[in-house]
């Protein structure tokens, strides 16, 4: 079977998907941590993968940016294709002073102004949560691996380059909101109505208070802590 964004069978995806936003992120992950490595999808370059992971199955692909994209592919994926669970793996920018960059977020739940999830299914709720069991086996393999994560909610933003930056700190202070992405809502909602599982592990790439910031190449490729986490909940 295909979808008109998946080229794939439904055999050739396994259960338990990693997406990264990147889609050459996905391709790092499946070249460096994984093994019998199969390429299952590569329609508008939005590399999907499978392989094996300490001898179990999982697959990565990549989301694309914002929630319109990561609401096509997960849906796809959880509806069609069988998926269980699905955790986003990406980047956010920190709201306050106690991240630093590389921290690593495990998002509690996903506050968002957009409208993805009533248009889609008529929800009116701006805050969704991630899936409680997964997030309490992604919680403990943190502590396995000797990996600090930090919980909290996370702003999911229809909007990067806003008109006026100065409100948004604000809204971080009343909504208690840890950092900003642009995919998690989208992604929770879709869990949400299929009745399947998703969960967001995110590392600080820059921070909207210092003005810190890495580059685009250490975004792609070393943001490895989350990796390792979430590559353990391979089937």
Known sequence: MSTPHINAEKHEIAKVVLMPGDPLRAKYIADTFLTDVKQF??????FGYTGLYNGRRISVMGSGMGMPSIGIY???LFKFYDVDTII???SCGAYTKTLKLYDTILV???FSESSFAFAQGKCE???LPASKTVNEKLEAISKELDIPVVKGKIHSSDVFYRQFPEEILKLAQEKELL???MES????????VTNKNAACLLTVSDSLVTSESTTPEERQTAFTNMMKIALEMAE
């Open 125 to 127: 709720e701006d805050t």
């Open 108 to 110: 509690t739940e996903a």
């Open 88 to 90: 986003r793996i990406g």
């Open 179 to 181: 950092g900003v992405e």
């Open 41 to 46: 999808n590569s329609v508008r370059n939005m």
């Open 74 to 76: 997960s849906y796809e």
């Open 185 to 192: 809502f989208a992604l929770f909602h879709n869990a949400n």
